[in-house]
């Protein structure tokens, strides 16, 4: 799969989940959730539009992740070529995975045109998506954003929407 489609996908993911009208009511609920994680030190919880997709395009089956914060400040986008449970790193030009922050219209990515990290599949099923992540993220050029941003214990489970 190309580098550039799969982040394409991510960011498609977090403007979905940013535009999205639908809210899920996370765990033991009728709904998705959760995913949570820790940026820059601080706890965040992607409770608002948790959601998981499955798309296969040209061979590749790709799951995208993403769900925003109560106040839809923050968005964290993740996306991968899934052939199982593992480890995916993000990162380096053969990595099968990248990741997405926004904030506003500022955005961090991880992917090959920088920053670093991991999706960890613990399971995957026909309808269901858990495991952990962490990145760090450099600044989208021409977004505004500056610095890296670190994302750590990040944590998924998810039913997928399509």
Do not use: H
Request: hydrophobic share 40%; aromatic share 6%.
């Amino acid at each position: 799969m190309r580098p550039y489609a799969r982040l394409l996908l991510a960011t498609s993911m977090a403007g979905a989940i940013a535009c999205s009208s639908s809210k899920s009511t996370g765990p033991g609920g009728s709904g998705n959730g959760p995913i949570s994680a820790t940026i820059n030190g601080a706890a965040w919880s992607g409770s608002i539009d948790a959601i998981a997709t499955r798309t296969v395009s040209s061979g590749d089956t790709i799951i995208s992740i993403g769900g925003s914060n109560s106040g839809e400040t923050a968005i964290i986008g993740l996306a991968f070529n899934n052939v199982g449970p593992g480890v995916y790193g993000i990162g380096a030009i053969n990595e099968p995975a990248n990741a997405i922050l926004s904030e506003g219209s500022a955005a961090w990515a991880a992917n090959i045109t920088g920053g670093s990290g991991s999706i960890t599949v613990d399971t995957v099923t026909a309808s269901r998506v858990t495991g952990t992540f962490q990145f760090s993220a450099v600044p989208v050029a021409n977004s505004g954003a500056t610095g890296t941003m670190t994302v750590s214990n990040g944590k998924f489970a998810l039913s997928f929407s399509n």
